[in-house]
T-cell receptor, first 110, second 117 residues
Framework: DAKTTQPTSMDCAEGRAANLPCNHS???????VYWYRQIHSQGPQYIIH???NNETNEMASLIITEDRKSSTLILPHATLRDTAVYYC???????????FGKGITLSVRP | DVKVTQSSRYLVKRTGEKVFLECVQD?????MFWYRQDPGLGLRLIYF???????EKGDIPEGYSVSREKKERFSLILESASTNQTSMYLC????????????????FGEGSWLTVV
């Protein structure tokens, strides 16, 4: 699976959009971009995934660049409960084997 | 709702003890996984299973074994616990996707905090 690069941390104000970047310059054509998050002391939680097209669900939006070498997870109206470590993972999805990196710590401030 | 249940949230065991961590999923998933998570090291895959009685080593299998006798249950076994196995252990499960185009997602349990003294 291709590797990803994320900043170590970022913060945003409550109620504002949080834009979390991820670089995956070696992604191959059959690899998906997945985002998970982990709130302190809990198991990781699936957020969203995509292949080429932008995706949106009730939690977030995923914007993938046309060359697929980077993506951005958007939390449109961040709340204090969104404070967590967010993992960007690239994988074919075959048999679900996902390799988690260190992720980005998002701190939402009041 | 998808549910992955880990039997123990917190355990304290002595060095040399045999430890069983149990995990059950209620979604009829084919795939099950055990990860451990340590500060600064992220999540690391210990073992995974694609089907009943099948298992494959992950990235850090040493000191661990697993058992999958039923589809819904996946057990992690520490034959002789050591202090360097103090960690948070996460169980996860997912469906096997015949069509890669649909992608796949993993569902995690809440984690088991194991302390070996």
């Amino acid at each position: 699976d291709a590797k990803t690069t994320q900043p170590t941390s970022m913060d945003c104000a409550e109620g504002r959009a949080a834009n979390l970047p991820c670089n995956h310059s070696t992604i191959s054509g059959n690899e998906y971009v997945y985002w998970y998050r982990q709130i302190h002391s809990q198991g990781p939680q699936y957020i969203i995934h995509g292949l080429k097209n932008n995706e949106t669900n009730e939690m977030a939006s995923l914007i993938i660049t046309e060359d697929r070498k980077s993506s951005t997870l958007i939390l449109p109206h961040a709340t204090l409960r969104d404070t967590a470590v967010y993992y960007c993972i690239v994988s074919t999805g075959a048999n679900s084997k996902l390799t988690f990196g260190k992720g980005i710590t998002l701190s939402v401030r009041p | 709702d998808v549910k992955v249940t880990q039997s123990s949230r917190y355990l304290v065991k002595r060095t040399g003890e045999k430890v069983f961590l149990e995990c059950v999923q209620d979604m009829d998933h084919e795939n099950m996984f055990w990860y451990r998570q340590d500060p600064g090291l992220g999540l690391r895959l210990i073992y995974f299973s694609y089907d009943v009685k099948m298992k494959e080593k992950g990235d850090i299998p040493e000191g661990y074994s697993v058992s999958r006798e039923k589809k819904e249950r996946f057990s992690l076994i520490l034959e002789s616990a050591s202090t360097n196995q103090t960690s948070m252990y996460l169980c996860a499960s997912s469906h096997t996707s015949r069509l890669l185009a649909s992608g796949n997602t993993i569902y995690f349990g809440e984690g088991s905090w194991l302390t070996v003294v």
